[in-house]
């Protein structure tokens, strides 16, 4: 099978849909992307990739509840599903290994602040 | 709790609403929804709205415009099915409902035909001399004409005929100049050993014009196709001839057209030429309809010297004409501003040409068939209000025939509820009913356009007085073909658009629980409003012919101030001949009395001429003459109010005057005027008589000062009174039969022709008369259509009001109630329509009334009267339906459930 491709952006909105864990939908990716990575993501934009990440079949979602402040409207909940897990896991190994692979004092050394 | 939450803004909701795809709706407005309720607190909320609105607009994005395929997705061959079916159903329901599907067929095939025949003939029109190439560089120079000081300016399709030779040398704008003048004239194809072949001259009404003087410049700006000659040289010297192909076969039969080059021509019975050229025939409509250019050098070589004048500056022919084609990149105003100052140049005091004023000016070759400011001797004119008229008409025919079908249609729509529930229940979307419910306004329709090319041709010939001779329709056309298949598309889509909306909106539970539709009483305002404009345009149409018919017969009956009756007009060659000719029709029995004159008080033509009068001051006016000698009074039973009537003279020695030229120079009482001297032509005349006013052109404008004078070298003419008392129209022929006997003894080789001069008159109203058949044959189709309309509601609705009028027969309302029952509604909405008509009409009618100097008034009684009619009319076609339904028997029309 052809491994997926997956952008920056899908990437980073899977990780969240994992952080948030039950409660992962539009809104709430959203606003923990304003907060984690301190970069304005429109809602559409998230939109456009859950849709597409669902495509792929790394997300699985159904309808959960209704609020007052939704207008009566229904959110849709999204969770990672196993090939969405298997692809975050390859990503992440690819990256460790990149990282272990780097000889001592290549990277220029940067300032901690912490 | 949720009512009180601030809103977003309900355009932005809208729009989300209509681009969103269904399925991911409720997720993206909800999480929208609630960002919005958080920047409110965060922001306030109207800058909450404002980034909600962009919030939407980010949404337009290929994920969320893509709607989810359908799951059940049709393939070609159920589509097929469905279609054939729709057409079965269609075809069952035309059948089934036959009163108002023959309703809709008469309605749409005539307002089909019309349309049809309409556009044959608009488009004919305005296909004239649209072919040229350059058209649009091609000008007529015309201009503004002032014969002397004290004439008005009047606007001129001719010019004076040195114009075109100094055109070319003075000015730079145009490429070419051409110039050509009209001839009137037999033609003699000497045939050697044979007889000659004699071809009379054109009949001036009825033929297009054939033959002109061409300078070799005509070919230049008009271009044909040459089939034999040299086109640069055709044209150059004098006495040469370029015909056209028809032309030429018709002079010399089947001969190679090589051959035909060289043979002789003769025109005028003494100008001779020689065949130089043949052209092709244009196939397309023109104006330009001649078929012999003779060389313009012929004139200097001929006797045409003497009639046509190339050096003359001051004065202008109708047959001279010129034509120029700008340069390219030119403009007409360009154009105009050199034209201007070359008229500077060449008009103007001390200049030559005396009083006379001329500034020149262009007219574009596209303008030449509709301006009939600028007269000319060739060109046919097409009146253009007419023509527009006409599509006005067929449009509003058309739309009445359509607003028959809505009206019809959604009348019957509740019966159709069911049906349409049934469907939707078995997963019919509604553009598959729309598409069903268009197919039977498909069907429909094309019956009606079949029907209508059918009658398209008896139509045109049963019109055929008001077409333009050439109109022509032919099945096969290209053009035909395609403007009957835009117009049946135009009524498929009026007709049956909105009822297809209205019938396909029906909620399945709601349609197949039988309870009718909540939006029925909307529906029915609707239906009212499109009978009320049906009603009003037929009302227009009915004030109309009411108003035309009464001007008409005003005209007719309209007092001229003198007798056209058995008077007959003969024209002669105005020579010395035509006096011998005037004593041998005195002879004949039956003629009463006989004139020599110029002109009839009332022609198509009429004469302006100075006249100045010297008493405490100067006067000068611009007077009609009128040349009779004094026979010419009594002839015409003109009434003599002061003096007498003109003695017997050889010369102009006394005048007669009417009334209202008396006045004019401040003569009255009338008799002020006798004995006074009046300059006409640099001499004084005194007046003897003052004759009451008479109409000396039609009652399109008023009555001029008119001067009656005896100039012996123009009364040629001869005016004959017949006694015609007793006698009955075919008495009248062997009398014509004797005057022609002596016009033959005096012009052995020419034609006899007169005209009754009441014949003459009622010409000058032609178009007045072809617009009261128009209007009556409108309003004829118009109320035929409405009426169908609204037999077929009313139908309908007695149908439906079966059980109601039962019922209210079993509790004693009598006949007559319940038929003004089922009659009130009709009538109440023929009442709106006429307040609605009336102002448009009377607005129109004043319009078309304002044409005439004389005319009638408009009176309220008219609208009364066209009122009463149309609601008779509608009375009668409902009557028959709300008797019959008022007298049903109550028990059978309760006795099923």
């Known amino acids: 099978m052809r491994r997926t491709y997956l952008g920056e952006f899908e990437e980073i909105v899977l990780l969240t849909v994992a952080v948030l864990g039950e409660g992962a939908y539009g809104v709430s990716i959203t606003n923990e992307l304003d907060e984690q990575s301190g970069r304005s993501v429109s809602l559409s934009a998230v939109h456009a990739a859950l849709h597409r990440l669902e495509e792929k079949g790394m997300l699985s979602s159904y309808l959960g509840d209704a609020t007052a402040e939704r207008g009566g409207r229904r959110k849709r909940l999204f969770s990672v599903t196993t090939q969405g897990s298997q692809i975050l896991h390859e990503i992440r190994s690819v990256r460790e290994r990149l990282w272990n692979a780097i000889p001592p004092n290549s990277l220029p050394s940067i300032a901690f602040d912490l | ?897």
């Open chain 2, 1 to 897: 709790m949720s009512a009180k939450l601030p809103h977003p803004p309900r355009w932005a909701d809208w729009l989300l609403e209509s681009f969103c795809a269904p399925h991911l709706l409720e997720e993206i407005q909800g999480d929208l929804y609630e960002r919005f309720q958080r920047q409110v607190n965060l922001f306030g909320v109207r800058s909450a709205r404002q980034q909600y609105a962009w919030a939407v607009l980010s949404f337009v994005k290929p994920f969320a415009l893509k709607r989810r395929p359908n799951p059940y997705p049709t393939t070609i061959s159920t589509r097929l099915a469905m279609i054939s079916n729709y057409f079965k159903i269609a075809w069952r329901n035309i059948l089934r409902n036959k009163i108002s599907s023959l309703i809709n067929l008469t309605g749409l095939t005539l307002g089909i035909s019309a349309c049809l025949v309409i556009g044959v003939i608009t488009s004919f029109e305005l296909s004239y001399d649209t072919f040229h190439p350059d058209a649009d560089r091609i000008y007529r120079v015309v201009g503004t004409v002032k014969f002397n000081n004290t004439a008005n300016e009047e606007p001129i399709g001719f010019i004076p005929r040195a114009i075109p030779a100094a055109l070319r040398s003075e000015t730079r704008g145009f490429e070419i100049v051409a110039s050509f003048h009209n001839l009137e004239s037999g033609v003699i194809i000497p045939g050697g050993k044979q007889e000659d072949k004699v071809f009379k001259g054109r009949d001036m009404d009825q033929e297009p014009a054939r033959i002109v003087l061409a300078d070799p410049q005509y070919f230049e700006v008009f271009s044909y196709t040459w089939l034999a000659g040299n086109p640069k040289t055709a044209l150059n010297t004098p006495n040469q001839v370029v015909l056209s192909e028809k032309q030429a076969r018709l002079y010399f039969g089947n001969l190679p057209l090589a051959k035909i080059l060289g043979k002789e021509v003769v025109y005028r019975d003494s100008i001779r030429t020689a065949v130089s050229g043949i052209v092709k025939d244009w196939v397309q409509n023109s104006d330009f309809t001649f078929t012999d250019f003779i060389s313009l050098a012929t004139i200097g070589a001929s006797a045409l010297k003497r009639e046509i004048n190339l050096n003359e500056w001051n004065d202008i022919w109708s047959a001279s004409q010129t034509f120029v084609k700008l340069n390219k990149g030119s403009t007409e105003d360009k154009a105009l501003a050199e034209l201007a100052a070359f008229g500077k140049r060449h008009f103007g005091p001390d200049r030559g040409t005396g009083e006379f004023r001329f500034a020149p000016g262009l007219q574009p070759l596209s303008d030449l068939h509709f301006n009939a400011a600028y007269m000319d001797n060739f060109s046919r004119k097409a009146h253009l209000p007419t023509l527009y008229g006409l599509i006005g008409i067929a449009v509003f025919i058309l739309l009445i025939a359509a607003i028959n079908f809505i009206n019809l249609s959604t009348a019957q729509s509740v019966r159709r509820s069911r049906e349409v529930g049934v469907r939707k229940a078995l997963g019919s979307n509604r553009s598959n009913l729309i598409g069903q419910f268009m197919s039977e306004t498909l069907i429909l329709t094309i019956g009606s356009m079949l029907i209508a090319m059918l009658l398209a041709k008896p139509i045109l010939f049963a019109f055929r007085s008001f077409i333009p001779a050439g109109v022509n329709f032919s099945f096969f056309n290209l053009n035909i073909l395609g403007s009957i298949l835009s117009i049946g598309s135009i009524t498929v889509f009026l007709a049956g658009f909105y009822p297809a909306l209205v019938l396909s909106a029906f909620r399945p539970a709601v349609a197949l629980k039988g309870s009718g539709n909540n939006r029925r009483q909307q529906r029915g305002y609707l239906r009212k409003g499109l009978i009320v404009f049906q009603f009003a345009v037929s009302l227009l149409f009915i004030i109309s012919t009411l108003i035309v018919g009464r001007q008409l017969s005003f005209i007719r009956n309209k007092d001229l101030g003198f007798s056209a009756d058995a008077v007959i007009s003969i024209n002669t060659l105005h020579d010395e001949k035509s006096t011998v000719l005037a004593q041998k029709i005195k002879q004949v029995a039956a003629v009463e009395r006989v004139a020599m004159e110029w002109c009839a008080p009332l022609n198509d033509r009429y004469m302006l001429n100075k006249l100045i009068y010297k008493g405490d001051e100067i006067k000068e006016l611009e007077a009609s003459i009128k040349i009779g000698d004094e026979n010419y009074l009594p002839l015409y039973q003109l009434q003599l109010v002061a003096g007498r009537n003109m003695r017997q003279s050889d010369t102009l020695s006394e005048l007669v005057v009417n009334e209202s030229l008396a006045k004019s120079f401040g003569f009255s009482p009338a008799d002020q005027a006798l004995g006074k001297l009046l300059n006409l032509n640099g001499r004084n005349y005194p007046i003897v008589g003052v004759v009451k006013n008479f109409h000396e052109t039609s009652l399109h404008a008023s009555i001029k000062p008119t001067v009656i004078a005896y100039l012996d070298f123009m009364a040629k003419d001869i005016a004959v009174k017949l006694n015609t008392k007793g006698k009955q129209m075919r008495d009248v022929e062997p009398i014509l039969a004797d005057i022609k006997k002596a016009w033959t003894a005096v012009y052995p080789d020419e034609v006899f022709n007169y005209s009754f001069l009441d014949d003459v008159i009622q010409k000058l109203y032609s178009r007045e008369q072809k617009t009261a058949q128009l209007v009556n044959t409108a309003s004829a189709i118009a109320i035929l259509i409405s009426c169908l309309g609204l037999l077929g509601l009313a139908t309908f609705t007695a149908e439906q009001r079966t059980k109601e009028i039962g019922v209210r027969k079993v509790l004693g309302a009598s006949i007559t109630s319940i038929i003004a029952l089922l009659s009130k509604d009709f009538i109440l909405l023929i009442l709106i329509s006429i307040v609605v008509a009336s102002p448009i009409a009377w607005w129109g009618m004043k319009q078309w009334l304002n044409n005439f100097a004389y005319h009638v008034a408009i009176e309220w009684w008219v609208f009364l009267l066209a009122g009463v009619m149309a609601i008779s009319i509608a009375l009668l076609t409902v009557s028959f339906q709300s008797i019959k339904a008022a007298m049903k028997n109550p028990a059978e029309s309760l006795k099923s459930e």
